[in-house]
Every structure is written in structure tokens, then in C-alpha cells.
């Protein structure tokens, strides 16, 4: 079999040239070896309708086997002288012909330096596509997180509007001045609590003292 790789041949029919003349070869192989079968069953059944034949049948085997190897030889020789001929002349694509998708690499010829300016390129694209793929992802995160927000501040705000009209409902006046001087109130609570938690501990290191 030949060793030649025969890549655009196999490009254009879509499986190697060496494969097909295998397929060939064992496809012509067995028909040898089942027309011999066939051979062998004739002869056993015109030998038994002879009377008095001493031919036995491992005998005829041994002749079919030995005639069998004879004719394997002058077929692979053949063969070999066939795969040659169908090799160079039928599934062979001249150096001078070039396949329809591969027409545009004579249009558009490129070295291999001007390949691999183009592979880095591709290259430097991916990476910047990856980026921007992970950057709109951090982007479409943050404008949800924001969605959020905007949302609590929302309900925060329908709350400070129900509070004022309460307040203006009971006369507790502007909401702003009301909180206002709730929180004053508050700190003030605060500082009373702090007080008396102090006075508390100081009365309580009292005692132990006493």
C-alpha cells in the first residue's frame, strides 16, 4: 500500500485514497475465498456421486488451500499493479489543479508571518471580547444590585410619607420639624439612660464597698 499521505486528495472525496484501495482489496479477497469455498462444495459433490472414489475429503482440502495460496499470490500481484495505475491516474488530483474552497487562497495569498499576525490578532480579540462579555456582566450585577436599592429607598419613602400625613391628621404640624424634634427627644432619652446607667454602678461599687 502507499505510504503517501495524499491530504488533498482526501480533502476533496472525503476519505483517503489508501483506504478505498484497502476496502477494494479485502472486498476482491473475500469473493476469492468464498468462490473457492463454492469450488471445493462442487468438487466434494461430484466426487461422491463417483463410485469407488478414493479421494477423501481432507485431500481435496489440502488442494483447495494449496491452489487457494496460488491464487492469492497472482492477485496481490495484480493488485499491487492495479492500485498503482487507480493511485496515479484516477483518485490523484494534478499539482496543478486546485480545489473550489480553496480558491480564495490564491486571491488572497499570505505568508506564514502574515498567518500568524492574523492568529495573534484573533487572539488579541478573544481576549478583549472575553473582557467586555465579564465586564457587562459586572455592569448588568450592579444595575440589579442599584434596582435594589432604589426599591428599599422607594418604600422608605412611602414610609416617611405616611408618617407625615398622620402628622398633619393628628396637628402635629410640619413632619420634617416634628422629626426633627423627635430626634432631639431621642438623644435627650439617651443621655438620660446613660446617666442613670452610670449612677447606677457607682451605687452598685458603693455597696460592695460597704
Known amino acids: 500500500m502507499s505510504v503517501d499521505p495524499m491530504a488533498y486528495e482526501t480533502q476533496f472525496f472525503g476519505f483517503t485514497p489508501q483506504t478505498c484501495m484497502l476496502r477494494v482489496y479485502i472486498a476482491f479477497q473475500d469473493y476469492l475465498f468464498e468462490m473457492m469455498l463454492v469450488v471445493e462444495g ?19 482440502r489440502k488442494c483447495t488451500e494449496k491452489f ?22 484516477v483518485l490523484n488530483i494534478p499539482k496543478n489543479v486546485l480545489l473550489p ?27 478583549q471580547c472575553r473582557a467586555e462579555a465579564a465586564a457587562e456582566q459586572a455592569l448588568r450585577a450592579e444595575l440589579e444590585e442599584q434596582e435594589a436599592v432604589k426599591a428599599e429607598l422607594e418604600k422608605i419613602l412611602q414610609c416617611f410619607d405616611g408618617l407625615e400625613n398622620i402628622c398633619r391628621e393628628h396637628g402635629a404640624g410640619n413632619f420634617k ?34
Not at 42 to 60: A, E, N, R, T, Y
Not at 68 to 89: G, R
Open 177 to 210: 420639624e416634628s422629626f426633627a424634634l423627635l430626634t432631639q427627644s431621642s438623644k435627650k432619652l439617651q443621655d438620660v439612660l446613660k446617666d442613670v446607667e452610670e449612677k447606677s454602678k457607682k451605687m452598685k461599687q458603693h455597696d460592695q464597698l460597704m
Open 101 to 127: 474552497e480553496d480558491r480564495v487562497q490564491e486571491q488572497y495569498p499570505y505568508s506564514k508571518e502574515e498567518f500568524q499576525a492574523l492568529q495573534d490578532e484573533l487572539q488579541q480579540l478573544q481576549q
Open 42 to 60: 462442487v468438487m466434494l459433490k461430484k466426487l461422491d456421486g463417483i463410485p469407488g472414489c478414493k479421494i477423501s475429503p481432507s485431500q481435496i
Open 68 to 89: 487457494l495460496l496460488f491464487m492469492k499470490e497472482h492477485f496481490d500481484k495484480l493488485f499491487a499493479k492495479m492500485e498503482e495505475v487507480l493511485l496515479q491516474l
